[in-house]
């Protein structure tokens, strides 16, 4: 069974720092790209980052250029975001899925429970 469990989320200040964390299992982690994606209530998915499978290329929304920084440590099967620099508009709930920017959403893809990040001061 594939799972995929965010954590690192939490209430923190504009300017602050978090990081994300998202476990795989149940499938070759290595393998597969892997993307950032969030949702704010009431709002459509909006897609953060993504990176390789091995890790060397990733992609980020312009929304979080520069602050955010995907990664992933295929021998731990971990996906991180170190998000950097937080602004109020960073509030969302934050899920970690399957593929690249491109196909994330499609159906044969999997994507988590998700992690809530509350940007405020």
């Known amino acids: 069974e594939v799972q995929l469990l965010e954590s690192g989320g939490g209430l923190e200040q504009p300017g602050g720092s978090l990081r994300l964390s998202c476990a795989a299992s149940?499938?070759?982690?290595?393998?597969?790209?892997m993307t950032w994606v969030r949702q704010v209530v009431g709002k459509e998915l909006e897609w953060v980052s993504s990176i390789s499978n091995g890790g060397v290329v990733t992609s980020y929304a312009d929304s979080v250029k520069g602050r955010f920084t995907i990664s992933r440590d295929n021998a731990k099967s971990t996906l991180y975001l170190q998000m950097n620099s937080l602004k109020t508009e960073d509030t969302a709930r934050y899920y970690c899925?399957?593929?690249?920017?491109?196909?994330?959403?499609?159906?044969?893809?999997?994507r988590g429970q998700g992690t809530q990040v509350t940007v405020s001061s």
């Open positions: 149940g499938f070759k982690f290595r393998n597969y790209h």
């Open positions: 899925a399957t593929g690249s920017h491109r196909d994330w959403a499609d159906p044969t893809n999997y």
